[in-house]
């Protein structure tokens, strides 16, 4: 004869019930993902990456038109205005204007009254562009306008470049000045 089989009391349905309730509720998986919270997290990752790296003066591509002196100074141009003069040419940001060097020389055709002239028309009207456009910023975002520029400079370029460049600067409101330099000091190879 068969054995009886046992029922089960009114607490261990109840138990039984309740465990599997909760095996139900927690033990879902997440099929989908939230696109918009990591587009939110790309996008602040990637402004930071920007920023810091577009402030950064090691970013400053060298070659053999353009080798940059060394110095121990410690100050950091981060936020300035990059003027390059190079062996052969200037730029802004990065950005030709069309002023060539010849021997690190401004051609006198580029320059207000010639050769005895200071003033690089090229880079003047770039300036007076850039200059506007930090104007009008700084009134936007409350914060002065503070006219500083970064002139980096190749080496063996002669004084009166580099000269003619900070007067072309000063002309139009950029008269903060920095020579930006390697740290390390002494004396580099090529």
């Known amino acids: 004869m068969a054995e009886p089989t046992p029922h089960a009391t009114a607490g261990q349905i109840q138990r039984e019930i309740w465990r599997r309730k909760n095996k139900n509720k927690h033990g879902e998986e997440i099929t989908s993902l939230n696109i918009i919270a990591m587009m939110d997290m790309m996008t602040i990752i990637l402004v930071f990456l920007l920023k810091t790296l577009s402030n950064s003066s090691a970013n400053i591509p060298q070659s053999d038109d353009l080798r940059v002196p060394r110095s121990s100074s410690r100050v950091d141009p981060s936020g300035s205005l990059q003027v390059i ?29 010639g050769s005895a002239g200071f003033l690089i028309n090229p880079l003047a009207s770039e300036m007076r562009n850039q200059a506007e456009v930090a104007r009008a910023l700084a009134a936007r975002t409350g914060q002065p306008f503070r006219g500083e520029v970064a002139i980096i400079a190749h080496r063996d370029i002669p004084l009166r470049t ?29």
């Not at 052969?88 to 207000?112: C, E, F, H, M, W």
């Not at 460049?165 to 580099?188: D, M, P």
């Open 162 to 190: 580099i000269y003619e460049s900070l007067y072309t600067c000063a002309q139009n409101g950029f008269s903060n000045f920095q020579l930006l330099v390697l740290k390390g000091g002494g004396a580099a190879g090529s």
């Open 85 to 113: 003069v190079s062996r052969v040419s200037i730029t802004v940001n990065g950005r030709a204007i069309g002023v060539y060097l010849r021997d690190g020389l401004v051609d006198p055709s580029q320059k207000r009254g």
